[in-house]
């Protein structure tokens, strides 16, 4: 079953939690939808994890349309949700909506994601207005880590708190569909679950959220410069990698590989007519 905006809402209501990971290219994308989850962004995460960049500010609309159109092919129930990289919606309602259009209709996704509360309102409202469903992204938003400082906890300070649950509500009146919560203490995100009709999707933020996301080669343990907390890996896909290509250099440095049945046979009369 395809899942959508509509069944999102309905998993909030339930109290059925909404699964998300992220993904950047077709095969991934197809595993993931094969086992049964419910959503996929394709994450300007993808600068750091798939380009090697220290953070997400130099990916592209086109670095964005390009994976996010590899996704989509291989997708077929989850909800697709194309990332919108820095600068491509900050500098007017009007640049955000063209290139909001451009992830859905050249990278055919269902919806596009952006970072920001109330400064952002604006766009939030404008794309969802001409049919883009939006998700919202408050907390940690890392296209701000020069202004943040670094990479920290957000909302921990009454006034820091009380600014998250505002920035909520304020997303949910623009429009957003749904609101990614990254880095915000687990009780606080419990209370602006609470308070907002539209499902919260966690990362870093408890298990009080309607739905978890996690950037998938973190939870497959398949980076190792750094794992942050609130990272769990679910396999050790690194070292399986590592171990296939050892033993794959090894074969065939030693003849071992290929061995017969990886090998066409020809006649021996063919092979005759040769000398
Ligand atoms: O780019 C990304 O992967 C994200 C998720 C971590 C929410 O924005
Ligand atoms: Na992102």
Redesign the pocket.
């Known amino acids: 079953m395809k899942n959508t905006v509509s069944t999102f809402k309905e998993q909030k209501v339930k109290g059925d939690k909404i699964t998300m990971l992220?993904a950047y290219d077709y095969s991934t994308a197809k595993l993931m939808d094969q086992s049964g989850i419910n959503g996929i962004?394709v994450?300007?995460?993808l600068g750091m994890v798939m380009l090697g960049y220290e953070n997400?500010l130099p990916v592209t609309m086109e670095d964005m349309i390009h994976h996010t159109r590899a996704v989509t092919r291989g997708a077929k129930d989850a909800l697709v949700v194309g990332?919108m990289p820095f600068m491509s919606y900050q500098v007017s309602v009007e640049e955000a909506m063209y290139n909001a259009g451009r992830l859905m209709k050249e990278g055919r996704c269902q919806a596009v994601?952006l970072e920001g509360g109330a400064s952002v309102c604006p766009q939030i409202k404008a794309i969802t207005a001409a049919s883009i469903p939006v998700m919202a992204?408050i907390g940690l938003t890392p296209q701000s880590v020069n202004v943040f400082g670094g990479f920290k906890v957000q909302g921990k300070s009454e006034e820091g708190a009380k600014k998250l649950i505002e920035e909520a509500k304020a997303v949910e009146e623009a429009g957003a569909f749904a609101i990614?919560l990254?880095c915000v203490p687990a009780k606080l995100a419990e209370i602006i679950s609470e308070s907002i009709n539209i499902p919260t999707i966690g990362?870093g933020a408890g298990s009080g959220c309607d739905g978890q996301?996690l950037?998938y080669q973190d939870m497959l343990g398949m980076v190792s410069d750094f794992t942050p907390k609130f990272v769990k890996q679910f396999a050790k896909v690194g070292d399986v990698m590592k171990e296939a290509f050892a033993a794959y250099i090894e074969e065939t440095k030693q003849g071992s590989f290929p061995a017969p049945e990886h090998t066409f046979k020809i006649s021996e009369d063919v092979i005759n007519k040769l000398y």
């Open positions: 992220t962004l994450g300007d995460s997400t990332d994601k992204h990614v990254e990362i996301i950037v």
